[in-house]
């Protein structure tokens, strides 16, 4: 079963945050979260393992909280460079059998 | 050169046509998938391979077959294309699941697939 995201799309005005929400119905060993511009594949950005880590790269970070089974992305003073749409991928088994939600499209203007 | 070829890039064939999306790696992964992407509907998993021997269903794989003809190679088939199956699709491998930060998917740069 596909993990839901939120919001469906957000459009930001550079320099202000933004925070994407991933939710599964079932128990996660790891969160994944891709970016992918329009045309192209989808890009890495960070990966959450179980024990309810916090990453960060940059201006972009992340949580993983186990118990709830969800996790969010934060993004901060946005830039239009972020523009894209955001999924999460979710792993039940640690199996890198990963689960990707609907996407999150996000717009940055100027 | 890209680490993750997919060839053809576009393609355009007709119902009833057989067709084979081929995908090539240079990362030395023994994982590869074979995804779809419709929009609105995010990714969804074909099929996917944990090693040559080892290939299993995604979550959409009927109208779909997959070929492991090598670690670096994983072929998608549709034997009688239909024109629901126009989609994006993407390639991808990763290495093995061992709970690093650093098992990622590394993804092809996709072929576009019209079935008229």
């Known amino acids: 079963q596909q993990p839901v995201q939120s919001p469906q799309a957000v459009i930001l005005r550079e320099g202000e945050d933004a925070v994407i929400n991933c939710s599964s119905s079932?128990?996660?060993?790891?969160v994944h979260w891709y970016r992918q511009k329009h045309g192209e594949a989808p890009v890495f950005l960070m990966i959450?393992?179980?024990?309810?880590e916090q990453k960060g790269h940059e201006k972009i970070s992340a949580s993983f909280n186990e118990k709830k089974q969800q996790s969010s992305l934060y993004l901060t003073a946005s830039q239009l460079s972020y523009s894209g749409t955001y999924f999460c991928g979710t792993d039940s088994g640690g199996y890198q059998k990963v689960t990707f939600g609907t996407g999150t499209k996000l717009q940055v203007i100027p | 050169d890209a680490d993750v070829t997919q060839t053809p890039r576009n393609r355009i064939t007709k119902t009833g046509k057989r067709i084979m999306l081929e995908c090539s790696q240079t990362?030395?992964?023994?994982?590869m998938y074979w995804y779809r992407q419709d929009p609105g509907l995010g990714l969804r998993l074909i099929y996917y391979?944990?090693?040559?021997?080892?290939?299993n269903k995604g979550e959409i794989s009927d109208g779909y077959s997959v070929s492991r003809q090598a670690q670096a190679k994983f072929s998608l088939s549709l034997e009688s294309a239909i024109p629901n199956q126009t989609a994006l699709y993407f390639c991808?491998?990763?290495?093995?699941?061992?709970?690093?930060?650093?098992?990622?998917?590394?993804f092809g740069p996709g072929t576009r697939l019209t079935v008229l």
């Open positions: 990362k030395g992964h023994d994982r």
């Open positions: 959450l393992l179980k024990g309810g």
């Open positions: 991808a491998t990763s290495d093995i699941g061992l709970g690093r930060s650093t098992d990622t998917q590394y």
């Open positions: 079932k128990a996660l060993y790891s």
């Open positions: 391979s944990f090693d040559v021997k080892d290939i």
